[in-house]
């Protein structure tokens, strides 16, 4: 899958001009791109389109037009667009109120290293998590994790002929599975396999 370019990006005049039908494509999109794992876990599966998109948000809101300024942000967005081999995942932790929230994430240290994918007939892929920064103490996780899921060349093979899927999470404290993944979902995360 192509990175974004300052070529694959518009204006902020018509961005903003064609914002609410652009917006409600990514909503639509965004449908096909997220999987909840149990009723806390929520795995948002990015792309080149959605990673478009922020930027353009990004460049609405900061009103960039410098083409240094968006080009240092494409190098903080490229790197969740997946590459052809991979899925690049946001994992948010959500729980409203504060002090669950808290709780909780003292008890799920290290969760982000035990979500796995299993494309059927292949073993589970566990993620290579935060490679950008840590965001687990002693004390505590983070509410938000970028995980990157590393496939072989049979289970992509396996994935674009219909294979089920199945996402699990194997921490202690949060033990939750999900499958088969809906078939509108695998097909929309088998593009990133090209």
């Not at 929520?42 to 080009?71: G, P, W």
Request: hydrophobic content about 35%.
């Amino acid at each position: 899958m192509k990175k974004i370019s300052y070529s694959d990006l518009i204006s902020n005049e018509l961005y903003e001009s064609q914002r609410a039908v652009i917006r409600q494509s990514i909503m639509e999109h965004k449908k096909t791109r997220r999987v909840q794992i149990g009723p806390n876990m929520m795995l948002h599966f990015e792309d080149f389109m959605l990673m478009r998109y922020q930027v353009q948000e990004l460049m609405r809101t900061e009103k960039l037009t410098e083409e240094k300024e968006i080009l240092e942000e494409l190098d903080a967005y490229n790197p969740l667009v997946p590459d052809g081999r991979n899925l690049k995942v946001t994992m948010m932790l959500e729980y409203p109120n504060p002090e669950e929230r808290q709780e909780r994430l003292s008890q799920l240290i290290g969760i982000e290293e035990l979500v796995s994918i299993e494309i059927k007939g292949h073993d589970r892929v566990y993620p290579i998590a935060n490679e950008d920064l840590a965001r687990s103490s002693d004390e505590k996780t983070s509410a938000v994790h970028f995980l990157r899921f590393e496939f072989t060349e049979e289970s992509i093979s396996s994935a674009k002929n219909g294979a089920e899927w199945y996402i699990r999470c194997e921490h202690l404290s949060y033990k939750h599975t999900r499958g088969p993944i809906e078939q509108q979902i695998r097909q929309s995360l088998v593009r990133d396999f090209s």
